[in-house]
């Protein structure tokens, strides 16, 4: 189906690699490098590398089955998660974590392939506040203590808001929140829901503000738009 391009021989490579370390170290994990090898070719072509190499069928038919495969693996996670919930094991949240992760890089990646930066980075950094103040809430339900520490996620909304006139300088800005969220989000605790909070707010938030600084691929700033 596949030319036997370089693609096609770094794909082996990887698949020989997996096979010959699994043997040497006799653990079968290592058989996980595989999928490397199976993944790779459409991987690449998402990001147009070696496209040329795939026709517009087999881009259709990759396009079809990585969804159906996606929404398989989403709906298995649920079903991991809600069945070791029931069953008291607190491995539940690992399944959540890989639904979660799975979702925010594909909302992420929709935004940014759209190819107006500064557009999406305004709605990435507005979701992630409006994330925050959702956490919050569910923490700690509707309480004033629960508006006060709802405060930080308001105040990224109100960031978003405003980086649609003054783009590079809320750039900057987001780029120091980015460094003081991720502070605030691991000095509670290196630990799974810690770890999953703090890709979940960062990444993005990282993102756009890069976003906002290199400007959008379509066309420059209008005149009523400050740096």
């Known amino acids: 189906m596949f030319n036997k391009d370089k693609i096609f021989w770094m794909a082996t490579f990887i698949f020989v690699l997996g ?4 043997v040497i170290t006799q653990n079968q994990l290592w058989l996980f490098i595989l999928v490397g090898s199976y993944l790779l070719r459409p ?12 026709d517009e069928r087999q881009m259709s038919i990759q396009y079809r089955a990585g969804n ?3 929404a398989v693996m989403v709906i298995g996670s649920i079903v991991m998660s809600i069945w070791e919930s029931t069953r008291g094991d607190h491995s539940w949240e690992f399944f959540n974590a890989i639904v979660i992760l799975g979702i925010a890089a594909r909302g992420l990646a929709n935004v940014i392939l759209i190819g107006n930066y500064r557009e999406s980075a305004t709605k990435i950094i507005m979701t992630v506040g409006l994330m925050v103040i959702l ?6 339900g509707f309480s004033l203590g629960g508006l006060i520490e709802s405060l930080p996620g308001l105040g990224i909304v109100g960031v978003g808001w405003l980086s649609k006139k003054y783009p590079k300088t809320i750039g900057g800005i987001i ?6 969220m991720l502070f605030l989000i691991l000095s509670r605790g290196f630990v799974i829901g810690q770890f999953i909070t703090a890709v979940l707010i960062t990444v993005p938030l990282g993102t756009a503000g890069i976003g906002l600084t290199m ?4 066309k420059d700033d209008s005149d009523d738009v400050h740096t």
């Open 175 to 180: 780029f120091v929140i980015t460094i003081a």
């Open 19 to 22: 096979i010959i370390i699994a």
């Open 215 to 218: 400007g959008d691929r379509r």
């Open 135 to 140: 956490f919050v809430t569910l923490e700690n």
């Open 68 to 70: 159906i495969a996606f």
């Open 43 to 54: 991987t690449l072509a998402s990001l147009n590398i070696g496209r040329e190499s795939i």
